[in-house]
């Protein structure tokens, strides 16, 4: 089968649209050609990660649409970019790159997008409902649609993403398709008991390690003892979108595609069945630690954005709490999320602890650390996965009391019981 | 003649030679790959520390973020890219970047895909053709 396209589509590719579209669908044809698309079908709505400023061919492809009039034709939030918009001068960023970086949000603005600045689009009021279909692009945010909420996305790249916002169509093939949705890896989990499934940071220790053994197949989540939380499934699955290149999982009795084990297969046989033990979720839990010191410069919790939910989380373990004065104390979020927070007056205790905010960006995201700051730690396995090598730092992982504890101690300290043989 | 042949799936049609890298495990462009210098920088991956720039770099496909085709588009732009790349099935994020790239800068990069099996037989430091048909030829 060849793709075929509608009347509409046609008129798009010959122009009838203007240039920017033109060049949008162009290159959506061509990737439907590659990947072995029937057709197009119609989106509900975009989120675009190419607003991320990597360098000159990401900005020259921004403003190539933007100076050809690029508009979007569905609802489209934009992921974070290389900048806090009005804080950046706070920290390392240099002006030149800064500028660059500004250009490059000031273009993808321009297209008539919702500036929310945020890799957690799936907690703001953009986000889409069961069923749906979207283009999506930022790994954590495409795997929270299909998995949390059942709206459907295939794996989409930058500069993908806007193509389809711009033309309204995405092809048809991957996520998008119910047959291919079917899980494919099938976890059983074996004496994990309760307690530590009630942990926060069981979530991103099984998700680095199903992300791992997955890589880009469907897994299967099977013998879930407690029903997890938003913020929890949002860190499992940014973990697993990082170790691995998962866009879709299911967990029995708890994602909506997946009531009971059968609907989660679709009454097909998966391709193996894999035990998850307590050693492989330590092993895990190590392997997020990249640091052979208890050195700390700096904790910084956030990837992805930190939501309402996990400042009220936070809030009350800092009370009355001071940092030590060699350690900083970041939460990256956005700043719809963090004016929320505001004012339910969950910032209040954070200043008084010391800690700093960061909206519109990460650290991974934004040349923001200064070479001094050497010895992170992180809640997040998507910090934990990507530091060394996006920033060259070392990074320890621990739950959310330890990254407090840990800050104003002054070094890395860890609580090992729950964890322990 | 060369020692091996192998008959690819052309993603992105183009000719290419050079000296391959080959990797068993996937990669992620964004936090994995150095487009200033072509250099592997994901410190848990079993090429950390390789050059890639100017190979013919073999990667099953990539994992994790979807910033993987900007890095490789900056890569092709800043003449830091593999020479080629050759994978397991049709990667949706490199091809991206070569069509991209071809857009932009009429400079699309050639992507072949084998079988698993004949993936398999290429090894780092094999000097490698590709034609526009998707022979890969091993020379030596």
């Known amino acids: 089968m060849s793709l075929s396209l509608t009347s509409r589509d046609h008129e798009m590719l010959r122009g009838d649209h203007g240039p920017a579209t033109k060049m949008a669908m162009s290159i959506l044809v061509r990737m439907a050609e590659v990947s072995g698309a029937n057709e197009l079908l119609d989106i509900v709505g975009a989120h675009i990660d190419s607003t991320v400023y990597i360098g000159e061919a990401g900005l020259e492809f921004a403003e190539r649409l933007a100076n050809l009039g690029a508009k979007v034709a569905v609802p489209t939030t934009l992921n974070v970019s290389g900048l806090d918009e009005y804080h950046w001068q706070e920290w390392a960023v240099p002006s030149e790159w800064a500028k660059q970086a500004y250009r490059q949000m000031a273009a993808y603005q321009n297209m008539g997008t919702i500036p929310t600045w ?156 894999i035990e998850v033990t307590m050693d492989m979720l330590r092993d895990s839990r190590r392997e997020l630690t990249h640091t052979g010191t208890d050195e700390l410069h700096m904790v910084v919790l956030g990837s992805p954005h930190f939501s309402l939910a996990e400042f009220k989380h936070l809030a009350p373990l800092v009370q009355g709490k001071r940092k030590h004065p060699n350690v900083k104390f970041l939460v990256t979020s956005s700043r719809a999320m963090t004016q929320l927070a505001q004012r339910a007056g969950y910032l209040e205790p954070l200043a008084a602890f010391g800690a700093q905010l960061t909206v519109d960006t990460c650290i991974l995201t934004s040349p923001m650390l200064p070479e001094e700051i050497r010895y992170l730690m992180t809640n997040s396995a998507k910090f934990a996965y990507y530091s060394p090598g996006l920033l060259q730092k070392q990074i320890a992982f621990g739950s959310l009391e330890d990254c407090v504890n840990s800050a104003v101690e002054g070094r890395v300290i860890r609580e090992e019981t729950a964890w322990a043989d | 003649m060369g020692r091996l042949t192998l008959q690819g799936k052309v993603i992105i049609r183009g000719e290419a030679q050079g000296e391959a890298l080959v990797s068993r495990e996937p990669l992620s462009f964004w936090g994995g790959y150095d487009w200033m210098t072509g250099e592997i920088i994901d410190r848990r991956h079993m090429l950390s520390g390789a050059i890639a720039r100017d190979r013919i770099f073999a990667v099953p496909f990539t994992r994790g973020s979807s910033t993987t085709t900007a890095v490789l588009l900056e890569a092709i732009r800043a003449k830091t890219a593999p020479a080629a790349l050759i994978t397991t099935d049709v990667d949706f994020f490199f091809a991206l970047a070569s069509v991209i790239a071809d857009e932009l800068y009429d400079a699309p990069l050639p992507l072949v895909a084998l079988a698993e099996n004949e993936f398999t037989r290429l090894k780092t430091g094999d000097k490698i053709h590709i034609s526009a048909n998707g022979t890969i030829t091993v020379i030596i």
Request: aromatic share 8%; with cysteine.
């Open chain 1, 118 to 273: 945020t890799c957690a689009p799936y907690q703001t009021e953009m986000k889409p409902k069961f069923g749906q279909q979207i283009a999506w692009g930022e790994s954590n945010a495409i795997v929270f649609a299909n998995s949390v909420i059942g709206a459907r996305t295939e794996r989409y790249p930058d500069l993908f993403d806007i193509c389809c916002a711009i033309t309204g169509r995405a092809p048809a093939i991957g996520l998008h398709l119910t047959e291919n949705r079917a899980g494919q890896l099938l976890f059983q989990l074996v004496d994990i008991p309760t307690q530590i499934q009630q942990r926060d940071d069981f979530y991103p220790v099984l998700g680095n390690l199903i992300g791992k053994l997955s890589l880009d197949k469907i897994p299967v989540i099977h013998g879930m003892a407690v029903k997890p939380g938003e913020d929890q499934l949002k860190a499992f699955g940014a973990g697993a979108a990082s170790s691995g290149g998962v866009a879709l999982f299911h967990m029995i009795g708890i994602t909506p595609e997946a009531q009971t084990l059968e609907e989660a297969i679709q009454g097909k046989s998966p391709i193996q069945t």
